[in-house]
């Protein structure tokens, strides 16, 4: 199965700053199969980015996805106050389907 | 607007199944394009995907889990449905019904979660 390794594990930053956020896999991507999700307390995940790049409906632009292989980045520019949450991904290359561990964006 | 929600006892003794319900309005579960799946959350593994049904009955299961798991679906309730069987204190989670795009593709609308406590 695919490990994902997400880092940091928190992420101390002011509104309105950048975040890049990373996900490592364990093992060599040959599609675009990854996604990005935002948890926030007592909420279920939302699902953000999916196939690397693609945002899902409803979300703004300031929320991007990039990345290949083993390497993928989610960037939230300008941070806004609902944004500090937990940010998680998920490879669905091949199954199981596996999450990383998520990064903690907290306000600093 | 699809909308889904689990439903089942808060509390399950050890070694008995786990029965979880989940309801799909806003939508027919009986869509071509797509598939219905459960995921939980626990502090110590995090999120984890337990297994998929597609409206004909097709399933697909986590295999760490797939010995003890059954997923099934009722097309004229617009439910579909968990069973874990013989749980333990590391089934305490909080468990999630999604819609699913395929057994190899991502969930995009959760419900809330119910939160599912092994206990005696």
């Known amino acids: 199965e695919i490990v994902l390794t997400q880092s940091p594990g928190t992420l101390s930053l002011s509104p309105g700053e950048r975040a890049a956020l990373s996900c490592r896999a364990s093992q060599t991507f040959t599609s675009s199969s990854l996604a990005w999700f935002q948890q926030r307390p007592g909420q279920p995940p939302r699902l953000l980015i999916y196939d690397t790049s693609i945002r899902a409906t409803g979300i703004p632009d300031r929320f991007s996805g990039s990345g290949s292989g083993t390497d993928f980045t989610l960037t939230i520019t300008r941070l806004e106050p609902e944004d500090f949450a937990v940010y998680y991904c998920?490879?669905?290359?091949?199954?199981?389907?596996?999450f990383g561990g998520g990064t903690k964006v907290e306000i600093k | 607007q699809l909308q889904l929600h689990e439903s089942g006892p808060g509390l399950v003794k050890p070694s008995e199944t786990l029965s979880l319900n989940c309801t799909v309005s806003?939508?027919?579960?009986?869509?071509?394009?797509?598939?219905w799946g459960w995921i939980r959350q626990t502090p110590g593994k995090g999120l984890e995907w337990i297994a998929t049904i597609y409206y004909t009955g097709s399933s697909y299961y986590n295999p760490s889990l797939e010995s003890r798991v059954t997923i099934s679906v009722d097309t004229s309730k617009n439910q579909f449905y968990l069973k874990l069987r013989s749980v333990t204190a590391a089934d305490t989670a909080i468990y999630y019904c999604?819609?699913?795009?395929?057994?190899?593709?991502?969930?995009?609308?959760w419900g809330q979660g119910t939160t599912v406590t092994v206990s005696s």
């Open positions: 999604a819609r699913d795009h395929g057994p190899v593709r991502f969930m995009d609308v």
């Open positions: 998920q490879q669905y290359q091949s199954s199981p389907r596996t």
């Open positions: 806003g939508g027919s579960i009986r869509s071509r394009s797509d598939y």
